[in-house]
């Protein structure tokens, strides 16, 4: 066996890096614990407020940064669940290696050549180009049918046929055979007066569908925000993401009681170094916090390369036996430091919360303090971090 240190040295262990993943964790390195009874929790409160309306479970970004197969797993086999939606390929072959055999689809792009392998592994495609000729062509060679979304743009300007031109497409897919649409789809702008807007040509479509005598499967709009925004759009499903990871899309909507939700993450540390700074010394690059009086730091292994952003020196709370510390100086790549106070109140490999479930600590309380949004702190959860399903 090569020493650690000198496989680190050596170039090789960049390519490597998933092999190094089942070495043990160094008790220091920062990590994610994953609560899977609050990811079940969630869902039943989405359900609920859902009325009952399945749930396309959208896991898209790694599960929200949880890790996309620790995730689906828990998800897929829950009855409100109809399906898991991701964006990218690898997140959806991801769940299939993973053995789940539930509804997958796809709605990030994919290359008409990655089609035949999608349909071997079951993946659906959420189209909107005319493909329908390459749909036909593999269900052809597999004998069995496809089954598709079709997106359509209502004003989002991202991606999806144009409203005014999704008849057609719709027709024509509808046409091909061994094509089944199981599901049209839509993104609000969350603007919320044109998000009325775009139900009603959402709306007005369906109808025309209806009265051309095509089947165009489930409709479904509805992310998190929809849910405290709007109360006319679940449609048939509903897709949500950030809800059922616990985390309200805006903090404002935790008030409004619509659901209860809980956190279904926490992100760690421990305590690396306690220090003391004498009045008038300093820490962080640029002198960033200077001592007013005689005070107490901690020092943690954890940094912007992680997913705990820059901003958190602006406000964010760290929470360290039950008590909560402000995050001082600027956070750099690797290091967060943190103001304790005239006394030393925490040690050496004191487990740090920078967000979890609790109250204060919430991913809405941070985000909060230091004025990002909470899909900061979801999205960029540095892929290298230890995922610890409790
Ligand atoms: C991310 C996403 C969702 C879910 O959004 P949340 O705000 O996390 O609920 C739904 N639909 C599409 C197309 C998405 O990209």
Redesign the pocket.
Known sequence: MMERRSFLQSTAAVALLPWLQPLRDSSFDPWLEIEPRHLAQNVVEVARAAGGRPILA?I?NNGYGLGVVNVARVLAPLPQVAGLAV?KLQEALAIRDAGLTGPVLL?GPFDERDLAEMHARDIMPMVYTPVGEALERVTRSAQRPVRVHVCVDTGLGRVGVPYREATALVRDLASRRGVVIEGTMM?FTEDEAFDQEQLRRFNALAAEWKSLGLTTGRRHAA???TFFQHDNAGLDMV?????LFGVY?EPRFRSLNRMTLAPAAALRARVALVKKLAAGESAGYNRAYVAKADTWVATLPVGHADGWPRVAAKGAKVRIADRLYPVIASVSASHTIVEIGPEAAVKIGDVATLWDWQDASRPEDVATACGVSVYDLLMHLGGHLPRRVR
């Open positions: 959208v898209k964006i709605m993104t992310s998190s925000y897709r949500p993401g950030m809800a899309p």
